[in-house]
């Protein structure tokens, strides 16, 4: 039963940025949480020992990744849940970003690394000076699940030769692989036991919890994992959440690494869950985890140096296994194969190109998928059901909501790209089928209508009004609507020519009769920059002004 307000600590007024992912503390629940922090430390140390070794760093800085970054952002967070350390993703972009600039493990490669933590922490925060936030949603997961297979199978093939005990040259995965296959005459098998050995314990230790790493790179990948871990958390449990303080957190959070002499930190799912399924509730189990590496790194610092390679790289081997998504590649390609397709290629982009380009594929290929959709949009006729319910069908020539009437819907925002898709469905509906009075474009699905399209409105407009259609729009959402007045579309088209809903439009068509009569629009001038001279709608160039010079037609 929850705690009743006098059983709370709630702390500082709710205006102060801070604690916000720990206050009310609820007393009752304390214990668990300790525990939750607890089992987090118990499970988290032995990884980020991994992800040190993957970012070619001393062991040690893995355990301050569960310092001072994980009790900052603790502290300057939103999210309740999120769990904020080093990730195995943004450890190999790291190792790649340094590797030939300083020798690994050295003093000069840790001041590196830290240079590098706090430039991520810098861009983190002017994301959140200027609002960027809404970065977080352009990487696809189809285009994650490609990334992180990409990396998973990188990481595991880096970490076979010291499983083995051999040594394998090569830069590129591909032939860090070939030259491992050749050497295996020569595998020391007291290695090759020590990593089975470790491989055995972490598997019984997780029992039948299996936990995907997910987080992926610096910057714009830290944004979207830890978004998009954050809110999930937050929907789970109906909690506040603010973008806009986690990343102050984050950024905070890779600041104190840089200044603790370690590296890049991310929200991690993994060890998220791993809290959350422990029963940590709040940001309380973080901080008794960030206890527990204290004493760590007080008492047992020592005996890390101990530590075999074998067993080491036993552990980094079975963190890059379970990045490989084996069963979303395969749910991808089930249903739909042309994005698998994209998820494909982002994974041999990182296996033969390396994970900074892999990076910049991934981020063009979530902008090239965006853009197809929104290109070509699934734009439709709406027509009434027998019981009266509109429902769409495909617009293509000729097709009309009823005798003498297209009501038309555009299925996107309206963009450069995808304008000439507004003007070939308009073609088609206006110049084949049977005589139209009107044409209305519903504009439900139009978030925003840049100045190319704009200027195609206006010629959609004079094409209409040349076969003596009247031109109407329902469902003007009001931001959509001030920018048609801006750009002078509403004067031209005069204000009666906006309705609520198709519904009110359609009754607006009948009370016309069978003469079709509509007030007259007033409709573009038609420079040359408007018109082809071939009776076609065409195109103006951007940058045209004429576009928008209104005035009655003649």
């Known amino acids: 039963m929850p705690d009743s307000p006098e059983r709370r600590w709630r702390g500082p007024p709710r205006a102060w ?112 000076l200027a609002r960027l936030s809404f970065l977080a949603n352009f990487l696809s997961r189809t285009v994650l699940v490609g990334f992180l297979t990409g990396v998973g199978i990188q990481v595991a093939a880096g970490q076979l030769p010291d499983m083995l005990g051999v040594t394998a040259a090569g830069g590129q995965t591909l032939a860090k692989l070939v030259n491992t296959v050749r050497v295996l005459p020569h595998v020391h098998w007291t290695d090759v036991a020590v990593s089975i050995a470790v491989i055995g314990v972490v598997v019984v230790v997780r029992g039948i919890n299996r936990w995907i790493n997910r987080p992926v790179a610096m910057f714009v990948v830290i944004l979207a994992q830890s978004a998009a871990t954050s809110r999930a958390y937050a929907a ?31 929200g991690s799912p993994t060890k998220t869950q791993i809290t959350d399924s422990a029963g940590g509730r709040s940001q309380l189990s973080q901080l008794t985890a960030a206890a527990v590496v204290l004493m760590v790194l007080v008492l047992f610092t020592g005996p890390l140096a101990y530590l075999p390679d074998a067993a080491l790289a036993a552990v980094v081997f079975l963190i890059a296994v379970e990045l490989v998504d084996v069963e979303g590649m395969r749910r991808i390609l089930a249903l739909r194969k042309h994005e698998f397709a994209v998820a494909l290629l982002t ?44 429902q769409p069908v495909p617009a293509g020539p000729g097709v009309r909501t009823e005798e003498g009437l297209v009501v038309y819907r555009f299925g996107t925002s309206l963009y450069y790209a995808n304008a000439s898709r507004l003007v070939e469905d308009i073609a088609a509906l206006v110049g084949h089928g049977s005589p139209l009075r009107w044409m209305v474009i519903d504009c439900a699905a139009i978030g925003d209508v840049d100045y190319t399209a704009s200027a195609v409105l206006v010629k959609v407009a004079e094409h209409v009004h040349q076969h003596h259609v009247h031109l109407a729009l329902s469902c003007v959402l009001g931001p959509v609507r001030r ?37 007259r629009p007033v409709m573009p001038r038609r420079d040359e920059d408007l018109q082809d001279g071939s009776g076609s709608i065409s195109i103006a160039p951007e940058g045209h002004s004429a576009a928008h010079r209104l005035q009655p037609l003649q």
């Open 17 to 128: 940025p801070v604690l916000q992912g720990m206050l009310p503390i609820e007393r009752s629940r304390v214990p668990a949480e300790v525990l939750a922090g607890f089992t987090l430390a118990a499970l988290g140390i032995p990884a980020v020992l991994g992800y040190a070794k993957i970012a070619g760093m001393p062991l040690v800085t893995g355990l301050y990744t569960m310092l001072l970054p994980m009790a900052v952002y603790a502290i300057l967070g939103s999210s309740r849940h999120l769990v904020v350390a080093a990730d195995s993703a943004t450890a190999v972009i790291l190792a790649a970003a340094l590797t030939g600039l300083a020798v690994t493990g050295s003093e000069r490669y840790v001041r590196l690394a830290g240079l590098a933590a706090l430039l991520t922490g810098g861009m983190l925060f002017a994301a959140r």
């Open 236 to 266: 789970k449990y109906e909690e506040p959440f603010s973008e806009a303080t986690d990343l102050t957190g984050l950024a905070a959070a890779n600041a104190a690494a840089a200044f603790s002499g370690t590296f890049v930190v991310n």
């Open 347 to 390: 994974t041999a982009a990182v296996l033969v190109l390396g994970v900074e380009y892999g990076i910049v594929l991934a981020i063009i290929a979530s902008m090239v998928d965006h853009l197809r959709h929104s290109y070509s949009p699934l734009n439709s006729v709406l027509v009434k059901s027998p019981e009266g319910h509109w």
């Open 483 to 519: 920018q048609l007045d801006h750009y002078g579309i509403s004067k031209a088209l005069g204000q009666d020519a906006y309705f609520d809903t198709p519904g009110a439009a359609l009754e607006a068509f009948h009370s016309t009769g069978a003469s079709g009569e509509a007030p």
